[in-house]
């Protein structure tokens, strides 16, 4: 087997990470764009000592849980790349990722994973969009040899793995419809503008990012235009057509950022027309979202996810709890009704701002958020909680905090996560002093590999 090989597999798993995974003589090959059940032609990209990386470039003969993807961009973009993989094998995959990384990582066994809670939709279910503009176009395989096909212009989301590769998206259907027609409307007015779009190679230009924001719950729109210069009369007349023509936007902002790395946060911001936020209502809540803000890319699953938490923690009015990571307070506010007092620790100031301003907005006031890093925080921490919600980054919680929490030793801790193997390994690393009783997996984001899954911990 050799890098550029072609050979036909036959596909018996999903890998974590969302490939195909075919064993022909033992020998591991993960395939994109195949799944568990499926006979493709494939070609290797990658050859290593242990393992090889393909693609799938013929499917032979299709898994009966392959189904055919609606959108154009299918197999090229990298929003979500398992539209081909029919929704209720994409939930049972993500709950045996979970499972397998409990027992595999972390020597966790015989513990109850529940079937995954589906999202309540599968299309139109993000709130946030980003979209790169760029000054080189990706093309379709369909649009290579057309001279009509502009390549020096962009309005999209990247290929797979690639800072540089753009398409020109001009559908997601990740985001509720109307997304779509801002997308073009900004779209025109950008190729229109006669101003550069940013060069992601050359760092020069204007045009940077696109964000699109929704409330789900009041319908508001928020547009937020990245650029890499100040020019407001530039955008101001951007802004006053999308406040005539589209009643639902409610907010139109400007971030500005002259820094080369590629994300879509200004270094100052600028409110060109309308409100500097947009509002937010979940499970009785009322939350302010601005442009830069965290917010649950899925409003309905969020308030699923946030429930699981709940229930896990299992509540009486009495408990001090402690919520590590705890961003904008979501979950310490979810907590506040059935708690005697919440205490967030959060490292982004911003964030910890937001909190505050949220209790504040809705008369929450047995909860208080403390800014630092949690290592700091919790050394000679002087509260003794019941309960300890957990909610870190992908990358999972720092080995110090985790030996800080075994010196806390909270009755219970609830574990909110996005990532199965760090999940895994934390659970592990906690099993000296905690049984982990159940885990339930949710599903934020159809169309993708990723999974949240919430894990109960009681005390030994």
């Known amino acids: 087997m050799k890098k550029g090989q072609e050979l036909t597999l036959e596909v018996t ?52 849980d392959r189904v055919q993807p609606p ?71 369909e649009e290579l ?45 950008i190729r229109n503008s006669g101003v550069p779009v940013y060069g992601l190679r050359s760092h020069q230009g204007y045009w940077r990012f696109v964000m699109l924001r929704h409330s789900v719950s009041l319908d508001q729109w928020m547009v937020n235009i990245v650029t890499s210069e100040d020019r407001p009369e530039l955008l101001r007349p951007l802004a006053e057509d999308l406040r005539s023509r589209y009643p639902a936007v409610v907010s139109v902002v400007n971030n500005i950022t002259a820094r080369k790395a590629g994300i879509a946060v200004g270094e100052r911001e600028r409110l ?18 601005s442009a830069n803000s965290f917010f649950q890319t899925n409003t309905r699953g969020a308030e699923t996810l946030y429930n699981v938490a709940a229930e896990f923690a299992g509540l009486t009015g009495a408990e001090q709890v402690l919520d590590l990571y705890c961003g904008t307070g979501t979950i310490a506010m979810w907590l506040s009704k059935a708690a005697a007092k919440v205490t967030g620790i959060e490292m982004v100031e911003s964030a910890v701002a937001d909190a505050e301003r949220n209790c504040r907005r809705n008369g929450i006031d047995n909860c208080r958020f403390i800014q630092g890093d949690i290592r700091d925080v919790l050394t000679g921490f002087e509260q003794r909680p019941e309960v300890v919600i957990v909610d870190p980054p992908r990358v999972g919680m720092h080995k110090d905090v985790v030996e800080q929490l075994l010196v806390l030793l909270p009755k219970r801790i609830v574990y909110v996560s996005c990532n199965p193997a760090t999940l895994a390994r934390d659970l592990g690393l906690l099993s000296e002093a905690y049984r982990t009783m159940e885990v339930q997996p949710v599903d934020l984001f159809p169309h993708t590999f990723h999974v949240e899954a919430v894990a109960r911990l009681e005390r030994r």
């Not at 027992?103 to 939709?121: K, N």
């Not at 390549?151 to 779509?180: I, S, Y």
Request: proline share 5%.
């Open 13 to 64: 798993d999903i890998a974590f990470g969302g490939r195909g995974l075919a064993k022909p003589d033992g020998f591991a090959v993960f395939v994109d764009g195949a799944l568990a059940g499926d006979t493709v032609r494939a070609r290797i990209f990658k050859k290593k000592k242990s393992y090889a990386e393909a693609r799938a470039v013929e499917i032979l003969a299709p898994s009966p």
């Open 71 to 141: 959108c154009p961009y299918s197999g090229t973009c990298g929003g979500c790349k398992w539209q081909f993989v029919d929704y209720p094998a994409q939930c049972a995959f993500k709950r045996r990722h979970v499972a397998e990384a409990l027992s595999h990582i972390g020597q966790i066994h015989d513990v109850p994973v529940a079937e995954t809670i589906p999202s309540e939709r599968i299309f139109g279910y993000r709130n946030k969009m980003e979209f790169t503009c760029s000054d080189r176009r990706w093309l379709l395989s």
């Open 145 to 189: 040899g057309k001279e009509s096909v502009q390549r020096d212009f962009a309005v999209g989301l990247h290929v797979p793995g690639t800072f540089d590769k753009v398409l020109d998206t001009r559908v997601c259907l990740l985001m509720p419809e109307l997304g779509n027609r801002l997308l073009e409307a900004v779209r025109g007015f």
């Open 272 to 289: 060109l027309s309308g409100a500097p936020v947009i509002e937010e209502r979940v499970g009785g809540l009322t939350f302010e979202v």
